[in-house]
Each structure stands twice: as C-alpha cells, then as structure tokens.
C-alpha cells in the first residue's frame, strides 16, 4: 500500500500512542522493506535541507567577466578597435575568451570538488529496515524509518520514539535551552510545547547519553530544522591562510607592476612613442604579469588535493587543515581501532585463583579452554566460576555476532563481541539467558566512570540481579566479596587484601603480554532499591578477569617508523592500564623497550599533576594510559604551549573538546557525529597510517603550490626586466603586445597546471614539519626565483640584441628579432617548468618524465608556440616570421642555460648543506 502523505505539522505525534503512529505511517517497528523506501522517496524526496546556492553553469561563467584581468583586456580590445587596429583587437579578444573559459574551468572544478567534499563528509544514520540494522547516508531516511538511536549519534529526521534506554539529548540547537533532555516514550498532552515534546526526537539534535528506537514521521524541509531552513553542521566555504597570503602577494604584485606599467608608458611617451600604442603594450604587460587567478587556481589546487586524499580514505572537511598537515610535529593516536585492528579475542580468562588459556581467532564461536598449569582442555561448566564469569560478560552487553557471507562479523562494541564470541565458545547461547535474566534496565558505559552495569530480573530465583564490567582496579574498588561456586551465586567469600593482590598480580601479568583487561562482578539487589550508579554499584562480588588481545594493523609499525623519519612524534592514547600500554607500544615501535616506564603517563599520574608539571614532561612522554577525554584536552594545550603542532584522533561525544583544541583533529568514521562535526579530517578507515599518508599529501599539495608560483613568477619577472631594460634603452619593444599575451596567457598556464599536480620530492617525510609561520618565498625560494628571472631576461635580452645588432633598425630584422625573444623566452619557460619540480633535486633524479601532465602541457605550448611562428597566416596576427634551423638551435642553446644555471645552483646548495652539517656533527659537545 502507498503511504498517505504526511508532514509534521498535520498531525500532533507527541499525543499519539506508538502503535497509532506506526499505523499512521503505515510502519512497522521492524522497519520498512527496500520497495517500500524507495517508493517513499520518490514521495518525500531526499532527507535534506535546501541549499543555498546551487552551481549555475551561466551564472558561474559570466562571473568571470567580473575579473580585472579580463575588464583590462576588454579595455584594450576596445582602444584596439577604436584606433582601427582589427588584427590586435580579435586577438585581444580571443584571449579575453580562453582568460574567461581557463578561469570558469578551474572555478567549477573547485566548486564540484568542494561539493564532492561536503557529500563524502556526510552525515550518516543507523536504521532497522525489514529487520535488519544498517548504516546508510543520513539524506536517504524516510517517513516510516526506524532510527536506532546511540550515544554520540546526531538525529537523521524527526521522530516519535516507542523504546528508550537512559537516553538523554542535547536539543539546545533548536530550542536553546542547554540542559539536556531525558526522553521517554509515554503520550504527552497536546497543548506541550516543543521543547518539552520528550518522546520525541529532531533533526540535528544529539544524543548524549543511552540508546533508543523512533519512526521517523518527517524529512528535510519538514522537519523543525527544515521549519527555519538551518543545519546544525553545515559545511562553509572557508578562506585559506595560504589563500590570503597568495591574495596579498597578488595585489602586491598588482599595484606594483600597474605602477611600473604607467611609469613605461610615461617614459614610452616622452621618448616619443605613440601613446595609445604604449597604452596598449603596457596593458598587455600588465595583464600578462598580475597573477589575477592566483588564488583561484590555489583554491583549485587544493580541493583537487583533497579529493586525492579521499580517494585514499583521508576526507578533510575544512581546507586549512590541508596546510597544517604538513606542520604537523605530533599525532596522538587512540590505539584500539586506529593503531589496532579493532578485532579483539579473548585470549585469557581469570577465574577463581586459575588462568585458563582461550584458543580460536577473531569472532568465530570456536575455540577451546586450556589449562594454563598442565595444558589440559577444560569444560568450561566443570569450571569454579568461569560459567558465571563468561554469563556477566555475555549479559552485560549491548553487541551481538553475526554471520555475515560466510564470517562472523560483531554489531556494536568489538570489545563486547569478543565476551559474546568467548561465552558462545562455552556453549553458552545468549538468546536462551536472556529468556532467563530479561534485563529492566541499565546504567551506560562511561569513560570517566570505566564500567557499565546492567540489572537482569532472575526468573528462576525471582530476584534482580546487577551485572557489571570495567576496568579491574575500578571494580576491584567497588568489591566487598569474591565469588566462587560453579555458575552459581551461593559461594561468596571476603575479598582480603591477599585475594585482592592476587587479581592485580593475575591482571599485571595479563598486561605485560599486552592483554586488555576487563572484569566482571555482579550483586543481587533488594527490593525497591533506585537503578542509580550511586545505589547498584557497591558492595560488589568480583568474579574474574578476561584478557583480550587486538591486534595491531601491519602496516601502522611502518607508519610510526615514517612518522619519526618525518620529524614527527607519535603518541598513544589508550584506555589500557600502564602495563598494557607499554607491551603494545614497543610491539608497534612507538617506544624502544617495554621497560621504559618514564615514556608513560596514566591518568591517575595527569591528576595529580599541575599544568606547569605536565608542560615539563609532555615533551618526552609518548604514552598515556588509563586517561579520560578531559585529559585529552591537557595533553593537547600541553603540547602547543610547547610550540607543537598537534594532531588529535577521537571518536566519542567527550572527545570533541580535544577535537576542537587540537590543530588537525581527526575523527574516525565508526565515531559518533558529534565528533566528526568537531574534527577537521575524518578517516573513513580508522587507521593511522591513513594520518600519515594523509601527511605526505599535504605536505605534497603546499610543496606544488610553491612550485606553481616560483614558475609564474619567475617568467613575470623575467619579463618586467627585459621590457624595462629595452624601454630604458631606447630599443624598440622586445615582445610585442601580442606575443606578451600569447606567451603569458595561452601558453605558460598549462605546464603551470601540470606542477599543480606534480610528484613530490622523493625525501618528503624525510624533512622535518614546516613551520607554520614560515613564509611562501623562503629565502631559498627567493634565490632560485632572481637566478631563474636573471638567466632569462639577460638570455633573451642578449638574443634581441644580438638580431638587431647590424639590421639599422629594419622594420623586418626587428620582427625576426622580436620573433626569436618569442621563441626563446618560451622555450626558457618550458625547460624552467621541468627546473621548478623541486627546489633541492636534480632533474636528473626527480625525472623528466615522471609528471604525464607537465609533459603534455610542455609539448601543447610548444604546438602553440609552432603555430604562432612558423605559419605565415598567424605571423599576421603575433607579429612574428618564420624562423630557419639556425634560429631554432640558437633559441634552443640558449634556453638551456636556464637548466645548467638552476642545476649548478642545486648542486652547490647541496654541497653547503651537507659541509654545515659535517661541520656541526664534528663540533665537541
């Protein structure tokens, strides 16, 4: 049946009971089937909110005839027309068309890069549909979804909930109000105003604490937040810092080359040139040297750049981020999932004074319990304590296993899915206990707390029983008793102080094979007592350890190791105590030995320190264990008041903060919403040799802007001083208004756009992080830069010349002559082009090939250049003649010079690095 529209506002859901909104909906809670969904969004449409502005083809083409560079070459095709100069003028305006086709092309490449961006950083929702959960794009839920509601999860679309567990939301977005919100599911009255509407849930809000289920009753522009057309997390195009310094430089080089064009025409005048003929010469200059599109084609660049790093599952939300990575001196990494394959297995139990070894791997139900003394298989009912052991760990719990084509696969906490996969392994089946301890309620895992509890009503001894798991010295706290008996409760001895050194000996040994540690208790409760954390969580019976391994990613021991080469400290965050910690960071190279206990930092140690003590020692510690995401925040603002550059991984709603503070915060794709909204980069992998490849592209994107300046830039200058030099000198014009566009617009841009996307160096993570307050124009850059400019406005300087030098002026010799700077000005330019792939390396061992694009830029300005002088009908129009064999070498042999000089230049920077560095490494202490 098709559903019968509906809107938020036509019916009040808030005063309905669950089963008439199913009915409404034409719902059920099972969710909807894949039929069904797609005929709802041919309905309701997508779950979006209209966009501002969309791309508009025309629109974005005409805005580029609000371009000065292009308003000055209508200016000079216009005093070409009116001083009957045809020939000139269409030329003028052919370029005005490839100025305006070269900027609409970049533009919308950044436009629809930048959107591409936006719809991989998406939003997404978990819903149950015909019965099973799963993860889609937050734009694809409709009216009839169920939404499976967690902590840290940001609302997909309105909805009336009919299950809740503890579950708080923060609704501030919508309705101001900052405190939190606890959710039920009963009928409320009608006249309730929205902000007190507690069984129901809206877009954009976000979820703080516990879990629950809603039918989602409206979409998009339907819902409250599409009431005030608003998002919460809307992407916003930003402005770079590395884009405003390169507008700075711009309109430096603007004023100051505009200026030096009326100076010319001042000096081109009274040397007694015809005015509007130097007009449009110095327009022509003007235009060809102002780098107007710079901070397009840098914008360009860098959404281009960052498209790149989404293919390898690295998606930045916020440009700058692109700069900072290559600043970058520290990574603080969550170990479980970033550094670690987030596949735990139980690998040893604790139970009642005995250490039981687990085989199996991953999250298959197969394995066996071994005796770790003698070696024999055990069955784990003939077991002291381990059958009531492996029932808290199964109960208390909120993930499942499935199998899924062929593997088992955990839904939820990997953690919590190996307890399920070990209890399975005992034969234990989780339906059957929970048909006998039907949980009532629960109190939620919280990192600050370090343990969960949920409370079971025992259906054969009629009592309510409270499970609870978390970190062994935590529940070691809370415990007054230590239970024995085989599965069952009647055994309960004192937890001494000798039954307590005993767990903590069994839990360091544990750790000291980089185990994990969780363990379980559980109480029975009396009647009437209150479900609070306060009244459940004492007087505990502790029953046993479970030690699970996950192992670490292959390639993330290589990625440290890079990490470290680059100049960048790795750090590891982790919720394991300090025993574990230190086994697992030596095994993944991020400390030498497992001994080396002054490395390490618990959170019990953060607490206890002042500010002023941990600025101290943050600067030599690469792991902290046991901590909480308030420490987080302090190791980040420890870190950067010791000038630090600090990336920051996290996935929890508590790790926004640290997020937020860090210089590139990094979220993982499996975190909760909230954390991906604070971050800059999310991961869609989770892994950390993704940050470091994600490094090596930013880095890679900076190093290609600089490139892509030092090129233009280098020609712009080589120009003003060539020109100048004639003017001053009384020689006639060495490039005539033409050939400066020609050479400068249509031809120079596309090798231009090929160093945009060229290899990086070969030692790129071999350099130390760049400064961030460094300058574009290092001094290095600034020497190549008047080297580069100096060889090729004397080169061709000295060609022009050389061809006048005997002709008497000639009308015809000083076209041959013009027509050789032409050509050797651009063939300078395109051998520079290959000279400005590295500022350090030899094109030799960077290779000529290396880069297609720069490749088949070169040979399309070299066509272009042919075509301009070699064919007698374009001669008419760029003022040039054809030149013989000769011309050609001799423009040839000269342009070469710019490769020797810049090679000569390398080699001998290379040599003084390396003589200052044997001069500092045989230096005395």
């Not at 849930?201 to 409250?224: C, D, H």
Request: aromatic share 6%; glycine share 8%.
């Amino acid at each position: 049946m098709s559903p019968n529209r509906v809107d938020s506002g036509e019916k009040k859901w808030h005063v309905m009971a669950p089963e008439e909104v199913f009915q409404a909906l034409h719902a059920s809670d099972e969710g909807l089937n894949p039929a069904e969904v797609l005929r709802r969004q041919e309905t309701y449409g997508f779950n979006e909110i209209a966009e501002e502005k969309e791309i508009f083809i025309p629109a974005l083409f005409f805005a580029q005839f609000k371009n000065a560079l292009v308003l000055i070459l209508i200016l000079a095709t216009v005093i070409s027309a009116i001083i009957r100069n045809v020939v000139d003028a269409a030329v003028i305006f052919a370029a005005v068309l490839l100025v305006v086709t070269l900027g609409f092309f970049f533009e919308y490449r950044a436009e629809k890069a930048i959107k591409m961006l936006k719809t991989l950083a998406a939003p997404t929702a978990h819903v149950l549909r015909a019965g099973t959960e799963v993860k889609i794009p937050s734009i694809e839920v409709v009216p009839g979804d169920i939404l499976l509601l967690q902590a840290g999860d940001r609302v997909a679309a309105d909805a009336r909930l009919f299950e809740v567990v503890n579950l708080t939301i923060d609704e501030s977005p919508l309705t101001g109000e900052s405190i939190p919100v606890k959710k039920e599911v009963s009928v409320l009255h009608e006249d309730v105003i929205l902000a007190e509407r507690k069984n129901m849930v809206y877009s954009g809000t976000t979820i703080l604490q516990g879990r629950g289920k809603g039918v989602v009753i409206a979409t998009g522009m339907r819902t409250e937040f599409g009431a005030i057309a608003k998002m919460l997390a809307e992407a916003k195009e930003e402005e770079t810092p590395l884009k405003r310094r390169i507008s700075e430089i711009g309109r430096w080089l603007s004023t100051a080359y505009l200026d030096l064009a009326i100076a010319l025409v001042a000096v081109g005048v009274l040397k007694g040139a015809d005015f509007l003929e130097m007009l449009i010469w110095s327009i022509s200059l003007a235009v060809a040297i102002v780098p107007e599109t710079l901070p397009l084609i840098i914008t360009g660049t860098l959404a281009l750049g960052v498209l790149r790093m989404a293919r390898k599952q690295a998606i930045v939300r916020k440009l700058p981020a692109v700069e900072t990575l290559g600043c970058i001196t520290a990574i603080c990494a969550d170990k479980t999932g970033t550094l670690t394959k987030n596949e735990m297995t139980v690998r040893s139990i604790y139970v009642a004074g005995k250490m039981i070894a687990v085989t199996g791997t991953g999250y298959a139900p197969t394995g066996e319990f071994i005796g770790q003394r003698d070696g024999e298989r055990l069955e784990p009912r003939t077991v002291e304590g381990l059958s009531l052991a492996l029932q808290i760990a199964a109960l208390c719990n909120d993930s499942s296993v499935q199998p899924v084509n062929g593997e088992y696969r955990v839904r939820g906490d990997p953690t919590e899915g190996a307890l399920v996969v070990v209890a399975r392994k005992a034969g234990l089946q989780l339906d059957e206990l929970t048909r006998r301890y039907p949980r009532v309620a629960e109190i939620p895992f919280e990192r600050e707390r370090m343990r969960m509890t949920t409370l079971h009503q025992d259906t054969v001894q009629g009592r309510t029983m409270a499970f609870v798991k978390g970190a062994p010295e935590v529940l070691l706290s809370l415990s007054t008793g230590i239970a024995g008996e085989n599965g069952g409760y009647a055994v309960v001895k004192e937890l001494t102080e000798v039954a307590r050194r005993a767990v903590l000996d069994a839990n360091d040994k544990m750790a000291a094979e980089a185990l994990r540690v969780i363990a379980v208790a559980y109480r029975g409760l009396p009647e009437g007592v209150a479900y609070t954390a306060d009244r459940v969580e004492n007087d505990l019976i502790f029953v046993g350890l479970f030690g699970m391994t996950d192992p670490p990613r292959e390639e993330v021991k290589e990625a440290i190791e890079r990490c470290k080469t680059a100049g960048i400290k790795p750090i590891m965050i982790t919720g394991d105590n300090k025993l574990t910690a230190l086994a697992i960071a030596a095994e993944l190279g991020v400390i030498t030995r497992p001994e080396n206990d002054e490395k390490v930092l618990t959170g019990a140690d953060l607490e206890k320190m002042s500010e002023e003590e941990l600025e101290k020692r943050v600067d030599d510690v690469v792991v902290y264990s046991r901590v909480s995401p308030a420490h987080k925040l302090r190791i980040v603002e420890s870190l950067q008041r010791r000038g630090n550059v600090v990336a920051m991984t996290g996935d929890g709603i508590n790790d926004a903060p640290a997020l937020k503070r860090s210089d590139v915060g990094i979220a993982m794709n499996s975190g909760t919403e909230v954390a991906k909204e604070a971050s800059d980069m999310v991961l869609t992998d989770d892994n950390f040799a993704t940050i470091v490849a994600a490094i090596h592209e930013g880095r890679a994107i900076y190093d290609n802007v600089k490139k892509y300046l030092l090129y233009i830039l280098s020609y712009g200058v080589a120009e003003v001083f060539l020109l100048t030099s004639a003017i001053f000198s009384g020689l006639p014009f060495p490039l005539v208004a033409i050939q400066i566009l020609w050479a400068n617009i249509v031809i120079e841009d596309l090798p231009a756009m090929g160093l945009g996307i060229d290899p990086p160096d070969p030692d790129i993570m071999a350099r130390k992080p760049r400064n961030p307050r460094e300058k574009v124009f290092t001094p290095r850059i600034l020497q190549l830069l008047i080297l580069m400019a100096a060889v090729i406005g004397i080169g061709c300087l000295g060609i022009f010349l050389h061809y006048l030098s005997g002709s008497d002026g000639a009308e015809g010799m000083v076209k041959k002559a013009q027509s050789m700077v032409f050509a050797t000005f651009i063939l300078y330019e395109m051998i520079n082009a290959f000279n400005c792939r590295s500022e350090r390396y030899s094109l030799v061992r960077v290779g000529i090939l290396s880069n297609k694009w720069l490749v088949g830029g070169v040979i399309s300005s070299l066509l272009l250049m042919i075509f301009a002088i070699q064919l007698p009908f374009t001669g008419r129009f760029f003022h040039t003649v054809p030149l013989t064999r000769v011309d050609w070498g001799i423009a040839l042999a000269t342009s070469t010079t710019i490769f020797i000089a810049v090679e000569v230049w390398k080699a001998c920077v290379t040599l003084f690095r390396l003589t200052k560095d044997k001069r500092v490494r045989i230096l005395p202490p």
